[in-house]
């Protein structure tokens, strides 16, 4: 009877197990994960369609000639085309009807124009292929240089991200027009601007010391 029992129970223990090793996992809660402001590499939406753009609360469309919106970028979303410029067109440094001039620093923006004016009497007029860029547009651009150059490392020599572009504070522009670049790299610490990077000749920002003189060039936008 003794043996039956056991034999009994030994069988409602195996039971018992064979039970226990098909139960399903017992699933751990993870912390909540958090969601950056914008990504640094934008995700690119196959089926994205241009979208309405949010400039201090008031609705504004993808400008005309822009091409579809095909990226999305969190945040940063809302702003992708403040300060963009169609290829090919320019505006003066004294053009504030236009946003990227508009919302360029106060002393970047005296600075900027009253080297116009100096240049122009000497014959250089200098015309303006960017200035402020919005969070999202600077994000745009770099998710653009990312793609072509086929890596982050690369693409920050040639593109800042937001964080670190100064054209998304207001305080960089990019200069074109014949003999510009070499006019103001010669006569720009005048007026208090400075070429920063070697591969960029056309990119000056407020910068001399407190002698007027511009600081050592960087090698590129990385560093």
């Given amino acids: 009877?003794?043996?039956s029992c056991r034999a009994e129970l030994a069988i409602v223990a195996a039971l018992a197990l064979a039970l226990t090793a098909c139960a399903a996992p017992t699933v751990r809660p993870t912390a909540a994960s958090t969601t950056p402001a914008f990504s640094a590499v934008p995700?690119?939406?196959?089926?994205?369609t241009p979208q309405t753009l949010a400039i201090g609360g008031a609705a504004n469309a993808t400008p005309a000639g822009a091409p579809a919106d095909t990226l999305t970028i969190g945040g940063a979303a809302v702003d992708t085309w403040n300060g963009w410029l169609p290829d090919g067109q320019t505006f003066s440094p004294f053009d504030t009807g236009k946003q990227p001039v508009a919302q360029l620093d106060p002393l970047l923006l005296k600075a900027i124009q009253e080297a116009a004016r100096v240049a122009q009497t000497q014959g250089v007029t200098?015309?303006?292929?960017?200035?402020w860029r919005s969070e999202g547009f600077q994000e745009r651009l770099f998710a653009d240089a990312v793609r072509q150059?086929?890596?982050v490392e690369v693409a920050q020599q040639f593109v800042a991200a937001p964080e670190t572009s100064?054209?998304?504070v207001g305080e960089a522009v990019d200069v074109t027009g014949t003999g510009v670049s070499d006019w103001l790299i010669r006569n720009g610490a005048q007026f208090g601007l400075c070429q920063i990077y070697a591969n960029e000749n056309w990119?000056?920002?407020i910068a001399v010391d407190q002698n007027g003189r511009c600081p050592p060039l960087r090698a590129n936008a990385a560093g």
């Fill in 1 to 3: 009877m003794r043996s």
């Fill in 203 to 205: 990119h000056f920002e």
């Fill in 166 to 168: 100064r054209h998304v």
């Fill in 149 to 151: 150059f086929g890596s």
């Fill in 126 to 131: 200098i015309a303006l292929t960017s200035g």
């Fill in 43 to 48: 995700v690119v939406s196959s089926d994205a």
